[in-house]
């Protein structure tokens, strides 16, 4: 089984992991740095949001899950809120808007439910897709591209109730509402994120047990995610196939990928289990849906535990690009030979931390970009930023993570375009931290970071920054 671990764990201890060259940035340097510079025309800034977090009154998986408790009597959420109301923004996104424009954003990542729209199988509420279309509507009046999002973590009732993920027509239920929303929206909307994080929703919901369903089973978190891309594959080919409509001109009426959480993963120390751990880390984590895409191959592994290796070829090909949330790193700690062979490092007490206890580590966005940028696919960053009620953190957490795109830019890309994503300025809701001035999901809701056009081999790479 060593073997499996080493084989699994070479690429990305090589290049993300831990046999790198270590990138320290420098402070005056940052200070010093032209911020924004040269980015070129058509380069993208903007907002995003998830459609749960913040519209109010939805009714999915999550709704009974807010008011439940684990088994400890520990609520779901932190402080006990619900999605009841949120923001609101289904009844005030006219206001939305407004912020926008007084941001100067030219683009917007918003969600649609898809228990909105589809609240039983096979029925389409009108009423609700009418509405999305006057949000997509005023924003392209205001000169601002929506980009949509599909699934962002919650489900329908009723396919929660067939076993969600789980549920053998899954992916096929996904392409369909997909599709209608393709057809619905596409004269309004080329930019499509069919998937936001399927590996958080994995590993919250199947390993941790945090989410709906609350499950801590490695072999079932192995089956969803094979069901995720999947999914993503023919929902893809679903809306190449309803979306015909070029809505800004440039040519082509679909722009696809997903939003996936990439962190970096550092052995803790030199000891080559360390190694060998955090690159299975990556490999499961980072890679697992991103491979399949370029390979048309589903290989997804946790050592020793569980596995799938199979021929997918109708996955190749499904990005037009690759969405990058970026918040920290990991430093590993390797235990082979125990149930759980990865445990968390302790931060080192001289690097600055987030409210949610996170290591602030600009230096890490730097790396991923440069390793991804390989895929030769366009990458938007879709998310990037700190938890920091008192706000003393923000300004050189922006700053620092500019440079790091910059840096990127510096060490082997050119700049296309930059995507600037904030978060607004208004209490949204966060899944697990709940809701409220006080906790650290309202300041991870606005205060992300802002990033860097990169190109690659003559392919554009793009960032977002949320704030």
Known sequence: MRGAWQATALAATLSVGGCHKELTFDAAAIAAHPMLAGAPRGFLLGAATSAHQIEGGTQNDWTDWERGRYSDGRPHIADGATTARAAD????????????????????????????????????DQAAAGRYRAMFGALRAAGIAP???????????????????????????????????GAAFGDLVDLWCTINEPNVYVAKSYLSAEWPPGVADPRRA?????????????????????????????????????AQNLRVF???????????????????????????????RIHISIPTVASVDERYPAARGTFDYLGV????????????????????????????????GWEIYPEGLTRLLLHYAAYEWPMIVTENGVADARGDRRPDFLRAHIYALDRARQDG??????????????????????SGPS?????????????????????????????
């Open 89 to 124: 923004s289904w009844n005030r996104w006219p206001a939305d808007v407004e912020a926008l424009k007084t941001l100067g954003a030219n683009v917007y990542r918003l969600g649609v439910e898809w228990s909105r729209l589809e609240p039983t199988p096979g029925a389409w």
């Open 147 to 181: 980009m949509v999002t599909l699934h962002h973590f919650t489900l329908p009732p009723w396919l929660a109730a067939r076993g969600g993920w789980e549920w053998a027509g899954a992916p096929a239920a996904f392409a369909a509402f997909v599709g209608r929303a």
């Open 222 to 258: 192995v089956t969803v995610m094979r069901a995720l891309i999947i999914g993503h594959a023919l929902a893809t080919a679903e809306l190449r196939r309803t979306d015909r409509a070029d809505a800004d001109g440039d040519g082509r009426a679909t722009m696809i990928g997903i």
């Open 266 to 296: 550092d052995p803790a120390s030199r000891h080559p289990v360390d190694a060998l751990v955090a690159g299975a880390a990556a490999s499961f984590y980072n890679d697992s849906f991103i491979d399949a895409v370029a390979t048309g």
């Open 325 to 356: 949330n970026y918040y920290t790193r990991e430093r590993v700690i390797g235990h082979l030979g125990r149930t759980n062979a990865y445990r968390r490092a302790p931060i080192d007490s001289r690097r600055p931390q987030s409210d949610m």
């Open 413 to 434: 890309a050119s700049p296309r375009r930059r995507w600037r994503r904030f978060r607004r300025q208004r209490e949204t809701y966060d899944c697990c931290a709940g």
């Open 439 to 467: 906790s650290a999901s309202r300041t991870s809701r606005s205060s992300c970071t802002g990033v860097n056009g990169l190109a690659m081999k003559g392919m554009p790479l793009t960032a977002g920054r949320s704030l």
